[in-house]
């Protein structure tokens, strides 16, 4: 191990010793069956160790996916993943959330490939009423293509937070008193998908796939949801029903110190782009941005 990765054990060490509150509960495993089911191109996923294990293929004839048996309102969504090895520019790798209407909320994780040597990117986006455009980038302090690492969601009625191995690279506030809408009445799905980006990718200024490197395979594990089931109606109006869950506790209505620190060592070290401070697509500052702390 390099002094790079020394110095990034220990913070991380410091990190997570010094945490008091606001930390999710621990995942646990179950396979995949038990909350989902494939999307699309079923025969592109494979399955091991009775769906403990299970990888999505990407090839010139068609990419794949899977989504949540259920829709949910609030809760703690994760899984344990393990991104495309070798030449993967072009292939975008996405673990999301997503409601279903016009006005949609959606709240996404998206990997996207690169070229042998240079790093993975790590994008992520909220959509509010259908409205997305808050796209932040970084760059990972590991390898993700060498083993399997925890990507999750945190999400109440106060805040979304992304996660990454339970280091807080992202936090959105509710700021609807400042009329920014926040997702608190649209259940959503999850999914996960593995597909080419083809026109997305040249307008976003990244490489085309080779596909002389395919297939693409990502694999995943631990399919983990502790979250209010909103299937139907009645149990949507339940959830709402605040304070109740773990997720509800005063614990979770922010981040502690030590996590907003983490969360300022990922971006002052790994961010390569903020649409906060993008003043070409934003003359003035999202008026979320102060609160979650972004500028």
Same mark, same amino acid.
């Given at each position: ?11 991380? !060490? ?24 494939? =999307? ?32 949910? !309102? ?53 959509? =509010? ?48 008193? !400042? ?14 998908? !593995? ?22 395979? /990502? ?10 089931? /909103? ?65």
């Amino acid at each position: 191990m390099g002094v790079k990765g020394v110095y990034v054990m220990l913070f991380l !060490l410091e990190i997570t010793s010094g945490v008091i509150g606001g930390v999710p509960r621990k995942p646990i495993d179950v396979p995949f069956q038990k909350n989902y089911v494939p =999307t699309w191109a079923s025969d592109h996923i494979k399955y091991f160790n009775g769906g403990a294990e299970v990888q999505l293929v990407l090839d010139k004839y068609s990419g794949t996916g899977f989504q949540s048996k259920g829709e949910f !309102l609030f809760g703690h969504f994760s899984m344990r993943m393990k991104m495309v090895g070798g030449d993967s520019a072009g292939v975008v790798t996405a673990f999301y959330l997503s409601s279903q209407t016009s006005e949609h909320d959606e709240i996404d994780f998206e990997f996207l490939g690169n070229r042998t040597g240079q790093p993975y990117i790590l994008q992520t986006n909220v959509f =509010t009423g259908g409205k997305g455009d808050r796209e932040q980038r970084i760059y990972l302090w590991f390898d993700p293509t060498k083993a399997y690492h925890t990507y999750s969601i945190l999400w109440n009625m106060r805040q979304i937070v992304f996660f990454v191995d339970d280091v807080p690279i992202r936090v959105f506030k509710n700021c609807k008193d !400042l009329g920014v809408r926040f997702p608190f009445n649209q259940p959503m799905r999850i999914y996960s998908s !593995l597909w080419e980006a083809d026109d997305w990718a040249t307008r976003g200024g990244l490489e085309k796939i080779d596909w002389s490197k395919a297939p693409f395979v /990502a694999s995943y594990t631990s399919f983990h949801v502790d979250a209010c089931d /909103a299937t139907t109606p009645q149990k949507a109006q339940i959830c709402n029903t605040r304070g109740r869950m773990w997720w509800d506790q005063r614990a979770f209505h922010d981040l502690d110190g030590p996590q907003y620190r983490s969360l300022q060592w990922v971006r002052s070290k790994y961010t390569i782009y903020n649409y906060c401070t993008d003043r070409t697509r934003s003359p003035t500052v999202p008026p979320e941005c102060a609160r979650d702390r972004d500028i």
